[in-house]
């Protein structure tokens, strides 16, 4: 018998795909939802959407060694589809390397159907730790993406519009 290293995670969102699309993939708008606690410190320091460009985030409460996610664009079919390969070490060591996340968005009844599908974690115990810290950021995505207002104007203040 083999452990059960996937996890599915399945909600209808009210956004467009366009929106969900833009908030997962730009940078003002990862570090709103990677963003746990209103005192915790957030980094995009890599971000190439691109297939085989990378990305890396930095994150966690200020003042601690932060979290590290990074990974590569395996697929990019804007605003449907979006799989990445997904590290993440914590300030003990590492959680999981080179997981698969397969993000699918779907327009359905003026909302998008949102699937997430987080593949190849090392054990249930990480796929477990991961099912109890995606929820929270799919929250954070679904308002960042109706409410794109928030990171656009910081996207216009760090290019120097107004």
């Known amino acids: 018998m083999t452990e059960d290293t996937t996890l599915r995670i399945e909600r209808l969102v009210a956004a467009s ?3 969900l699309f833009r908030a997962w993939t730009t940078r003002e708008a990862m570090e709103t939802w990677y963003r746990d606690r209103p005192d915790d410190v957030v980094r995009v320091v890599a971000l ?3 297939v085989g460009g990378n990305y890396r985030v930095e994150f966690g409460p200020a003042g601690q060694p932060p979290y590290v996610e ?3 664009y395996r697929e990019i079919d804007a605003p449907h589809r979006l799989v990445m390969s997904e590290s993440l070490d914590g300030p003990d060591g590492t959680l999981w390397s080179d997981t698969t996340v397969t993000v699918t968005l779907t327009a359905e009844g003026g909302k998008t159907r949102l699937v ?3 593949e190849r974690f090392p054990t249930t115990d990480a796929r477990n730790g991961a099912a109890s810290g995606w929820p929270g950021f799919l929250d954070r995505i679904e308002v960042a ?3 794109p207002s ?5 996207a216009r203040r760090s290019d120097g519009q107004s």
Do not use: F, K, N, Y
């Open 116 to 118: 997430l599908l987080h």
């Open 145 to 147: 993406a109706a409410q």
């Open 70 to 72: 990074s990974g590569q």
């Open 48 to 50: 190439d959407v691109r």
């Open 17 to 19: 795909a366009e929106s």
């Open 150 to 154: 928030v990171w656009t104007a910081a």
